[in-house]
């Protein structure tokens, strides 16, 4: 199966159907699909992807549908991934309303979708845990820790929303390399004046 | 307002207005499409909006583009549903596609690189937040050992067996629907 549309119709229907609890929980499923099955991309450009979107207004998992799918195949691709992704639920949505009391009054429907929470926390945890790693390899631990503990201390203690503490991360970021550049010159300036 | 618009154009300018103001993913937006579906044009009641709410909910799949989808076809049939989508999701869509493109041509630069770098630390801590809350509602719905029991399984499953993730869910619905009754 080397067709994208066909790799990006089913990559993105899989993960359309399977999202259940609203966007945040199906971008590891995303990143399955484009990162380890399909390999669209890499994680580091995946991790830069998922943070931009968070930057931008509306809906997070079309935004990425959206830039996979044109990735691979420009603006035809761009709109083959967006309807994978959100057709099914959304045609499912205009159909089931007439049942609409039997589905949500269901406890069957209910204990399903909350049995998937787990799984859906499991994978949240492994995308922590794998960016948290390569932060701290791209960082270091000192610096990686340091940023770990003021993101921690901006999303949950002050309540920032998530999209404005990665733009001030991001515009540090945009200087950061100048800074410890700046900080080496005036290390090694001092080395060489005491030698 | 004296100017009439026509209803294609009202749908696509609804769930535009209401997506584009929501900031941070599709449930954000939701009381700003409660805004515009309900005070605004009155195209939904408050109790239709509450029913719809809570079929989207039992639904897989953004939340803002399934109520986007049914208000659309609600009020204009197919040609409202898809102008009710193309409100959602365009706008967003486009304005990354090219902030992206922006970014990659300047991959190389220190600028970039550096924004690439950190801004892994904060996705990890968002991560690691959602995980959290993810749990929360998980014990909070079907208690502890179902969750530590599903969690425990579903870390060997994903972790150390690498099964796709879409087995790993459609074994814990199987679980969910069959298997909770019973405790």
Redesign the interface.
Same mark, same amino acid.
């Given at each position: 199966m080397k067709n994208p549309y066909t790799e990006l119709t089913i990559g993105m229907m899989r993960t359309g159907i399977l999202g259940f609890g609203g966007g945040p929980s199906v971008i590891p499923l995303i990143r399955h699909e484009a990162v380890s099955r399909y390999h669209w991309l890499d994680d580091d450009e995946f991790g830069d992807t998922l943070a931009i979107a968070n930057t931008l207004p509306g809906p997070i998992a079309t935004k990425m549908a959206a830039y996979l799918g044109y990735k691979l195949k420009g603006w035809p691709g761009a709109i083959v991934s967006v309807a994978a992704h959100v057709l099914p639920s959304c045609i499912a949505m205009v159909f089931l309303i007439a049942f609409i009391n039997v589905l949500s009054n269901s406890a069957m429907i209910s204990n399903m979708i909350a049995a998937v929470m787990p799984v859906v926390a499991v994978m949240l945890g492994q995308m922590a845990y794998e960016f948290g790693e390569k932060a701290v390899k791209g960082l270091g631990k000192v610096l990686g820790i340091t940023f770990f503990a003021i993101s921690f201390l901006l999303l949950q203690v002050i309540s920032l929303h998530p999209g404005i503490v990665i733009m001030m991360f991001l515009l540090y970021g945009a200087f950061h390399y100048k800074l410890k550049d700046r900080l080496k010159n005036k290390k090694t300036d001092r080395k060489e004046e005491s030698a | 307002m004296g100017i009439i618009i026509p209803i294609g154009v009202a749908v696509f300018l609804a769930f535009f207005i209401a997506?584009?103001?929501?900031?941070?993913?599709?449930?954000a937006?939701i009381p700003l499409m409660y805004d515009q579906i309900v005070t605004r044009y009155g195209w939904l009641d408050n109790t239709e909006f509450s029913?719809?709410l809570?079929?989207?909910?039992?639904?897989?799949?953004?939340?803002?583009? @399934?109520i986007?989808?049914?208000v659309g076809?609600d009020v204009y049939g197919w040609p409202g549903?898809i102008a009710a989508?193309a409100g959602?999701?365009i706008?967003?869509?486009?304005?990354?596609?090219y902030?992206?493109k922006i970014?990659r041509k300047y991959k190389q630069s220190?600028?970039? @690189?550096?924004?690439?770098?950190?801004?892994?630390?904060?996705?990890?801590?968002?991560?690691?937040?959602?995980?959290w809350n993810?749990?929360a509602?998980?014990v909070g719905?079907?208690g502890y050992i179902?969750?530590?029991f599903?969690?425990g399984l579903?870390?060997l499953a994903?972790?150390k067996f690498k099964i796709?993730?879409?087995f790993?869910?459609?074994l814990?619905?199987a679980?969910?629907?069959f298997i909770?009754?019973l405790t």
């Open positions: - | 997506n584009i103001l929501g900031y941070g993913g599709g449930p937006s029913q719809m809570a079929l989207g909910n039992s639904l897989p799949g953004p939340i803002a583009t @399934k986007a989808a049914y076809y549903f989508l959602t999701i706008p967003s869509a486009v304005a990354l596609i902030l992206l970014l220190p600028i970039v @690189k550096g924004m690439s770098l950190l801004v892994q630390p904060v996705i990890a801590i968002m991560m690691l937040l959602l995980t993810m749990a509602d998980a719905s079907i179902h969750s530590v599903i969690a579903a870390f994903l972790g796709h993730p879409a790993v869910i459609i814990a619905f679980y969910g629907g909770i009754p």
